[in-house]
């Protein structure tokens, strides 16, 4: 598994094409994480970069935004004789997505640079575009036969989410694409699993010995898993309209987390072996029903409110959103894994906007240690013990446990050992997307998604947003910003005598 174990080899010569280059995600993320590959030496020789969008820009102008891009949001320095051979190598193509005279250009760009049809080489088609051209762009690069692989050239499609808006959509996407792709030049990118700490999840568990004994329904009580975010939808209006919360994070990103967390160990880190490992984790969650919609899944919207001691925009206040807007900004999901290893252990997920402080952190609540060793002592209870893995910002592992308090009576605290990346590894800054352009290179597929996963995902939720839409939330909005969240997410928790970790 190359996000795991790295060879340290340069990827495979290839052309890399971005449609939609010159959009946000290009020049925040793609940028910056293209030049950190330079710099690793891990970019291959003869790289050659070609961006393609709708609006006009001579080749000198499009080089000039992207070195506008590095130095705006480049992670750290820039040596200046990396840059320069890195943006030579950029060229750009003007052209509409539908239009079949784009990729009629294109492909006599790349046989002009190859030498011939014959000696295109392999290509990186990097889909930063909006989801509706997803198949129209696939189904136009199959058309001028630039996804045909002959010999051992190959082409491979890296694809944004959101990969559908539901269960239906989904499955017609992957239709569409599997209909001129095979399924292994498809690379589904979720970014999250570009962070160091989500890949470590793996090596944690299946690495040490001491906590995959203790890792199935005999020792863990629950497990929480928060992904929050203090930003409101900025200017995401009209996306985040027809998304909301509960489609925006939690089929891809907290699914993404849920399976590392309750996989099986695979036969081995070959990519598909991982992979089948988390469909199935997918697969054995407990089926939502309408009457379990009310019960275990809760929906919030911010109000007006204070964050970071200054005031703040309702929802519905921002802008391109409807001043009687439905959408839920807050979502959280109690879900059970029906398999050996984990039933009876409940899953609480939740995510939203607005709330006190940026994380994203894998809960493990252990069960509480019998009491009756203490019952002729002053130790009225026993803590648990609580394992958090923190995805973001301050990315590490801590392990809380209790111990006595010094002095005569016996007295127990909890106390924490924690570790933290920055402590023990010397980690250049990355955008995150590193690991997943080069893992395309390579061919690599382990940290992108299946068919069968995302569909697996969507499966889950979409009783969810079917309940969702048939009723009509009557009090939104129904948590000030800047707050812990609704009202109805504290109970969904204290209906089974537990409380949510504070954010």
């Not at 996804?147 to 944004?160: L, Y």
């Not at 130790?379 to 006595?404: C, H, T, Y």
């Not at 590193?434 to 969507?458: C, K, P, S």
């Not at 812990?484 to 969904?492: I, N, S, T, V, Y």
Request: with cysteine; hydrophobic share 40%.
């Amino acid at each position: 598994m190359a996000a795991i174990f790295k060879t340290g080899r340069q990827a495979d010569p290839c052309t890399m094409v971005i449609f939609g280059a010159s959009g946000d995600l290009t020049k925040r993320l793609l940028v910056p994480a293209l030049y950190n590959l330079k710099h690793a030496k891990l970019l291959p020789e003869g790289f050659r970069l070609i961006g393609v969008a709708r609006s006009e820009h001579p080749n000198d102008a499009f080089r000039e935004d992207f070195t506008k891009a590095i130095k705006d949001f480049a992670t750290g320095p820039v040596v200046t004789e990396q840059w320069d051979d890195l943006v030579s190598r950029v060229s750009y193509l003007s052209g509409a997505f539908d239009d079949p005279a784009t990729y009629q250009k294109l492909l006599d760009d790349l046989t002009e640079a190859g030498g011939g049809p014959d000696a295109i080489g392999n290509c990186l088609f990097y889909l930063a575009t909006a989801p509706e051209f997803f198949a129209t762009i696939v189904e136009r690069l199959a058309a001028a036969g630039l996804t045909r692989e002959a010999g051992e050239t190959w082409r491979r499609v890296i694809i944004e989410k959101p990969f559908g808006h539901d269960l239906d959509s989904a499955r017609a996407l992957n239709t569409e694409l599997q209909a001129v792709l095979a399924e292994r030049q498809i690379y589904r990118i979720d970014h999250y699993l570009g962070k160091e700490t989500v890949q470590n999840i793996m090596v944690f568990r299946f690495a040490n010995g001491i906590f995959e004994p203790l890792w199935n329904r005999d020792h863990i009580d629950h497990v929480q898993i928060t992904v929050a975010e203090t930003v409101g939808v900025e200017a995401r209006g009209g996306f985040y309209e027809q998304t909301g919360a509960l489609r925006d994070m939690i089929p891809n990103h907290i699914f993404q987390l849920l399976s590392f967390v309750g996989m099986e160990a695979p036969t081995s880190f070959a990519a598909d072996a991982l992979r089948s490992e988390k469909v199935k984790v997918l697969d054995s969650i407990r089926p939502l029903d309408a009457a379990s919609v009310l019960t275990d899944a809760v929906r919030g919207q911010y109000g007006a409110g204070v964050l970071n001691e200054k005031p703040v925009w309702a929802y519905r206040a921002e802008p391109k959103i409807a001043p009687d807007s439905m959408t839920e900004t807050y979502a959280a999901l109690k879900l059970n894994i029906d398999n050996w290893r984990w039933a009876g252990v409940p899953f609480y997920l939740r995510t939203g906007k607005r709330l006190p402080r940026r994380m994203s952190e894998i809960a493990i609540q252990f069960k509480r240690a019998p009491i009756a060793v203490f019952r002729d002592t002053p130790v009225e209870d026993v803590g648990s013990n609580l394992l958090v893995i923190r995805i973001q910002p301050d990315e590490g592992v801590s392990l809380q446990f209790g111990a006595k308090i010094p002095g005569t009576a016996l007295d127990i605290g909890n106390v924490k050992m924690n570790f933290q990346y920055k402590d023990y590894f010397q980690s250049a800054p990355s955008t995150g997307y590193e690991t997943l352009i080069y893992d395309a290179m390579i061919g690599d597929a382990t940290l992108f998604q299946r068919a069968d996963n995302v569909e697996a995902g969507w499966k889950v939720v979409q009783p969810v947003i079917d309940a969702w839409a048939s009723r009509r939330p009557r009090d939104f909005p129904n948590y000030e910003a800047g707050t812990q969240g609704p009202r109805q997410a504290d109970e969904l928790l204290a209906r089974d005598g537990r409380v949510w970790r504070k954010i």
